[in-house]
């Protein structure tokens, strides 16, 4: 979608439909003009509570030539005194679906409202462009239907603030579109493919024989079962000449289980289970667009993980980077111990920092839903800036504990590890697997199982992939 900023009065912006926003329950009518123009229609229609500006309420009038607009949609904003940035976002949500369900192309928004309420109308606009994306690739009919202008009417400069707006927003959409693509196609090959489609950035993959040379058993045994070739995708982005920091996502581009054969409902579900690397990769995607002074190191240790003649097993032993030996208890375990040998990889590679970002656990989904994220770590002040992050982008975390206690759970008679101590603790006691890898790099892990996918519609969030994570890290990176 095409966006230009002009500072031109509502009532002359040409448009399939004009956008305004509106506070619930006020009883002047702020767009003082457009009621004239229109024989006083917003305000009847607020008198005979038609529309009554209750967060995300809609309505349509036509304007029948009085005024340049052919329409006019009133959005609520809900309570004044309530409204946050982020009702703003699901409000724009809302008013984007609705014009481009109605195939609407050519829209404009008023910013009058929000400004005089000192908010932002660029969070509006986001969750605007959020909203407006649709997976339509697999589709014979080409139904794509979506706005292709929004004219932005402003007095202010916004023009920075909407441009890196649209770099993170497309980098959502980009990630979602990887999420979204079936597993047949979205291979570990393919994940390789859309690295290298990133510009300004160098991308190194390692192979099956490579891996082995450098020790990367662990994850080498995930990848096993399964006839696509897994690759380490190794992604540099060198913005700054500083220590790089390094952004691991778990690429398991279908995760059936393996031999630990997961329930047959909802398996299809598990083409997801990549949601981490598409997030790392829509990081790149906007870091390297934008220039941020950063050195960024995606690694996406990218595998399927099928049962088969020559899967790896329960009961096996594999032996990670790092040395240590991990008994297999389940093959459905299996994020973490790629991940675990990508936190080995990077560690070579002096990081100032590890995050990492994967749908490693239902546990998860079942114990905060879908809406926020499982943050561990090993560093007080890298969560607290996530933690900062995550409120701006309203991409919730909430930070689990990490007891020592829980290295029993992970305790095998036979290897220094096991992978899986069934479901009790299973959020944590994955979580301080991986941090018996990170050792003294301060390291922060991201579960983002329950935020990754949806069932329904969100306002600015359709069901499927969401591409968490894009926005949070984007956000955390501005903060270091
Ligand atoms: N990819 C799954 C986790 C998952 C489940 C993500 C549901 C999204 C939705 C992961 O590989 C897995 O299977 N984890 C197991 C671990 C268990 C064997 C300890 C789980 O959570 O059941
Ligand atoms: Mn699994
Ligand atoms: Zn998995």
Known sequence: MKIIIRDINETAAACDALVLPFPEGEKSVPYKDINRALNNATDRIMSSKEFTGKLNEVCLIHTQGKIKPDRILLVGLGEREEITRDKLRRAGGRAASYLSGLNMKNVALSTRTILSLRLSPVDFVEGGLLADYRFTQY?????????????????????????????????????????????????????????????????????????????????????????????????????????????IGKAITFDSGGISLKPSEGMEKMKYDMAGGAAVLGVL??????????????????????????????????????GKTVEITSTDAEGRLTVADAIGYAKRLNPSAIIDIATLTGACSIALGNEAIAM????????????????????????????????????????????????????????????????DTPWLHLDIAGTAWLDKDRPYSPKGATGIGVRLLLNFLRLL
Request: proline share 5%; net charge positive; hydrophobic share 40%.
């Open 139 to 247: 589709k014979k009919e080409e139904d794509r239907r979506g706005l292709e202008k929004l004219t932005i009417l402003s007095d202010q400069d916004l023009h920075k603030q909407i441009r890196r707006l649209e770099a993170a927003v497309s980098a959502v959409h980009f990630a979602r579109n990887l999420v979204n693509t079936p597993s047949n196609d979205m291979t570990p090959s393919a994940l390789v493919k859309a690295a290298r489609s990133l510009r300004k950035v160098s991308v190194k993959v390692i192979d099956r024989r490579q891996a082995e040379r450098l020790g990367l058993g662990a994850y080498l045994s995930v990848a096993k079962g399964s006839a696509e070739p897994p690759k380490f995708i190794v992604i540099t982005y060198k913005g700054k000449n500083v220590k790089p920091i390094a952004l």
């Open 376 to 439: 561990m770590g090993n560093d007080g002040s890298l969560m607290e800036k996530m933690k900062k992050a995550s409120e701006e982008a309203s991409e919730r975390v909430w930070h689990m504990p990490l007891f020592e206690e829980y290295l029993d759970y992970i305790k095998s008679d036979i290897a220094d590890l096991k992978n899986s101590s069934g479901r009790t603790g299973s959020l944590v006691a994955a979580g301080y697997f991986l941090k018996e890898f990170a050792g």
């Open 285 to 322: 995607k906007a870091v390297s667009e934008m220039k941020m002074p950063l050195h960024i190191i995606g690694i996406l240790p990218a595998a399927e993980n099928l049962p088969g003649g020559s899967a790896f097993k329960p009961g096996d032993v594999v032996k990670t980077l790092e």
